[in-house]
């Protein structure tokens, strides 16, 4: 139980910035950030497993636009939308991981076939224009008078709450994740499938268990991060660049550890505004261009991330282990 | 002083990450010689071969071939002085042709000018290869692929031919054949050093040996002496009946 | 049979063509240094600019800005290798490829910068050509004819020469290769160069067909990647011929519905192959 007082505290503090009244401006990063975090925390529960999906947008795009066509179409709530939204992504995702896993489509494969599942949402995005608006993209209908609560239409500060709660969630998950017995098979199956499979590991069972997990993470932070921004669009939601925006959140913060790609998601969106400010007109093309070369450097000098360097301090220091910093490593890692 | 085409190991320690392989091997081999390397599996015996042609690296020692010390030569540059290595279990390229497989080993600069003679030379020593010159090498059968991988290290123009368990998985039939190939090799005047686990044949080809144990030469001598000797006799040409006797059971 | 559906098979021909281009770079590239270049669309469409900016900014006859972008793009993935494979070789192949991919929002990022998102024509069109009741575009089939004659020259490159046949070998047996007095790190230059300058061509050849803008990559890259391992990774011939099927799937499906929905099957197909068949679909 002791191990739960931090968090909580933590929590509750986070759950207090509003109070400060902090500006719009600093209120809207946060939001964003913690977004990003989740999505980059459900892509990381895979990746740390040798899941290397570059298809997690499709989930993105799934959960946000299931949302937003129950509610323009059919008036149905986001508070109910977004559950429909994960689910639909979460069946998504068994429709693709089961065939790839009972047929045993790893490593490069298994990458390839999600980039074409990820693209294959995004075409349908476009192409459904008559009703998703197509490459323009969509705006969810504003709530009329009164009942924004209902619509799940908040100011920064509701939204901030609400997001706050879904990446509480998100870790929540990682934690649960981290002490089941599925997390051990994972982490057997990463290191040899046919050894885990000959000592009776389910391999196609606990995969599924984990992209179920990983997806619905993505899938939630889509649907939140359209339903925040009030506009949805498929290259933002859906396709190989958003995927591997995913997969660089993940990356520079470090899939080992939990909070690692929160880390991976300030450093993104303090890095994205920074440029914004230095480079005005020019952001889009200088971001992509230093995101490049920060994902370059990452992978041939700190393939664990940031979070990677903080574990290694830790444990170099005499006396203090991380807690559970043992549990979240599976026993194959990227040289670092 | 060694002579031009002399290759020297002295004190050679090797080893994979941890595990030591060799420990302090010396050994010589003189040109026009055959030297053949016997003693059980996991003597060393293949990573002598790997040492010599640059695949892995002593970790002391030293290992000089025509007098030039070869610790700082890369690997891709040894077949240039002169080594050519038949590796374990052939490494052919079984998708590509016999004679694709042979362009490949004349790959080098001095070898290239030299092709078509070479070719035509290996084809009159193993004329089964040029019958089967545009067939893929992974179609046809070990002892044939064994001629190719023999082939293909002779189209470098080497001056000492190192061969790796060339009898390895072949049917007793052809283990006859590949010694008789051997034996034609070294009629040309090449050095060989030959390492294998059939000893009693190897022991009719070369003209000394080395009994590599655990990673240490137990015992060197003329093929004939070491064939005489009781101990070697016992231990490795026990024949074919303690073949089928379980160790354990076996007199010591 | 309907001169219409004629006309679109013949189309998904022309389009397989330079489709082929890529894949088969794409091909050398995993098949010799064993890694996948997740920016080879990018290297393309780098080279693509470099052909529009020599004609249409700096005035050169078109002729001499192609003979220009095939030893550019050539030079770009020499650098790729050495500042971005080479200090990876050791490392997962996951890392590997997501180091190619940061390559990718670099050149998309540069291109941006120096280009804007502006998409760029070099207005460069031939008359079509009347073959019976059907008619072509003179500049597909003047692409599809140049990208034949790319890949014959890279299978007489493979074929014939010493370099080649190495490269061919090293694709299946990396570490004997030093016995041969073969230098693996000088064969992954090579096959990383004769990569990019695959590249450099297909931009060629795609630059008087599509107009160019940062990420006129991610339109035809996930298409190569999947039709190369369909055709089994590493496997020129099944890259080539699976290049044909895919270009008959997208123009074909474009007759019978719309353009978009003929890429939602070609990828479909895509990973119902890989079900079936992931070794690839051509080979043995």
């Known amino acids: 139980m002791s191990g739960l007082v931090l968090p909580v505290a933590v929590l509750a503090a986070l759950a207090c910035v509003p109070l400060l009244s902090p500006p719009d401006y600093f209120m809207h990063l946060l939001v964003t950030g913690l977004l990003t975090a989740l999505a980059g925390t459900g892509w990381a529960l895979m990746g740390r497993y040798r899941l290397v999906s570059f298809g997690h947008g499709a989930f993105l795009g799934i959960g946000a636009y299931v949302m937003g066509l129950l509610w323009n179409y059919y008036g149905i709530s986001p508070w109910l939308g977004v559950p429909i939204g994960v689910a639909a992504a979460v069946g998504a995702g068994l429709l693709l991981g089961y065939p790839c896993f009972q047929l045993r489509v790893v490593g490069h494969y298994f990458a390839l076939v999600t980039l074409a599942a990820g693209e294959i949402v995004r075409i349908l995005i476009v192409a459904l224009r008559d009703v998703t608006g197509g490459s323009l993209g969509m705006t969810p209908h504003q709530a009329p008078p009164g009942g924004a609560f209902a619509a799940m239409q908040f100011d920064k500060a509701g939204f901030w709450w609400v997001a706050l709660a879904a990446w509480a969630l998100g870790l929540l998950a990682w934690r649960v994740l981290d002490r089941s017995m599925t997390s051990k098979a994972l982490a057997a199956i990463a290191e040899d499938e046919d050894a885990a499979a000959s000592i009776g590991i389910r391999v196609t069972r606990e995969k599924l268990k984990l992209t179920m997990l990983s997806v619905a993470l993505a899938a939630l932070a889509g649907a939140l991060t359209g339903q925040y921004r009030m506009y949805l669009n498929p290259e933002s939601l859906a396709g190989l660049g958003i995927s591997l925006q995913i997969v660089f959140v993940a990356i520079a913060g470090g899939m080992y550890s939990p909070i690692g790609p929160t880390i991976g998601a300030l450093i993104t969106i303090g890095l994205e505004e920074s440029l914004r400010v230095a480079f005005g007109t020019q952001f889009t093309g200088a971001a992509a261009f230093v995101y490049g070369i920060l994902l370059v450097l990452f992978m041939i000098f700190l393939p664990r991330g940031i979070a990677g360097l903080l574990e290694r301090r830790a444990a170099a220091r005499p006396g203090r282990r991380l807690a559970g910093a043992e549990g979240t490593v599976p026993a194959v890692q990227p040289p670092g | ?196 686990q059939n000893v009693a044949q190897v022991l009719r080809v070369v003209d000394r040996a080395y009994v590599l144990e655990t990673g240490r030469v137990a015992a060197e001598g003329a093929s004939a002496a070491l064939a005489a000797d009781p101990a070697i006799r016992r231990s490795y040409l026990g024949g074919a009946l303690s073949a089928w006797i379980p160790s354990c059971w076996r007199p010591c | ?199 450099g061509l297909a931009a060629c050849l795609l630059v008087v067909q599509l107009d160019v803008h940062p990420f006129v990559g991610l339109s035809f890259g996930p298409i190569t990647f999947m039709i190369c391992v369909m055709g089994g990774l590493g496997n020129m011939l099944g890259g080539f011929l699976a290049a044909f099927l895919m270009g008959l799937i997208v123009s074909v499906g474009g007759f019978y519905g719309d353009t978009d929905m003929s890429y939602v099957v070609a990828f479909l197909f895509f990973i119902l192959v890989m079900f079936i068949r992931p070794q690839g679909l051509f080979t043995r």
Not at chain 2, 77 to 92: D, M, T, Y
Not at chain 3, 47 to 74: E, N
Request: glycine share 10%.
């Open chain 2, 1 to 196: 002083m060694s002579g031009v085409g002399t290759l020297e190991l002295s004190g050679i320690h090797a080893g994979y990450g941890d595990f030591q392989a060799l420990f302090g091997v010396d050994l010589r081999v003189e040109p026009g010689e055959a030297v053949g390397v016997v003693g059980p599996n996991g003597a060393g015996k293949t990573t002598l071969l790997r040492v010599i042609s640059g695949l892995i690296r002593a970790s002391a020692g030293t290992l000089r071939f025509g007098g030039a010390d070869l610790a700082a030569v890369p690997a891709h540059e040894l077949p240039v002085l002169g080594i050519a290595h038949v590796p374990e279990n052939r490494r052919l390229f079984p998708q590509l042709t016999v004679e694709e497989n042979l362009k490949v080993g004349a790959y080098i600069k001095s070898a290239r000018a030299r092709f078509q003679e070479r070719r035509d030379h290996v084809f009159e020593l193993f004329p089964r290869l040029k019958q089967r010159r545009h067939q893929l090498a992974g179609t046809m059968s070990g002892g044939e692929q064994q001629m190719c991988a023999i082939g293909r290290a002779l189209m470098s123009g080497p001056r000492i031919l190192l061969l790796d368990e060339p009898s390895a998985g072949l049917a007793p039939l052809v283990v006859q054949q590949v010694f008789d190939l051997v034996r034609r090799i070294r009629q040309e005047g090449l050095t060989v050093l030959i390492v294998e």
């Open chain 3, 1 to 199: 049979m309907d001169p219409f559906l004629l006309e679109a098979v013949l189309n998904g021909v022309l389009l397989g063509g330079v489709f082929a281009l890529p894949v088969l770079g794409l091909n050398l590239v995993f098949g010799v240094v064993d890694v996948i270049w997740l920016c080879y669309a990018e290297l393309v469409m780098v080279g693509m600019y470099i052909v529009w900016f020599l004609h249409t900014q700096a005035g050169w006859p078109l002729a001499l800005a192609f003979a220009t972008c095939l030893p550019a793009i050539a030079v770009l993935g020499l650098l790729l290798h050495l500042l971005v494979v080479r200090p990876l070789l050791a490392a997962p192949p996951i890392n590997q490829v997501l180091a190619t991919g940061g390559v990718l929002f670099v050149l998309q990022g540069a291109a941006t910068l120096v280009f804007s998102t502006d998409f760029r024509s070099l207005g460069v069109e031939m008359p079509p050509i009347e073959l019976g009741e059907v008619f072509v575009s003179g500049t597909k089939l003047a692409a599809f004819v140049a990208a034949l004659l790319g890949a014959a020259v890279l299978w007489a490159f493979l074929k014939f020469t010493y370099v080649g046949t190495a490269i061919r070998a090293i694709a299946r047996d990396r570490e004997v290769m030093p016995l041969m007095g073969v230098d693996p790190h000088r064969i992954y230059l090579i096959a990383s160069a004769a990569g990019g300058a695959l590249a």
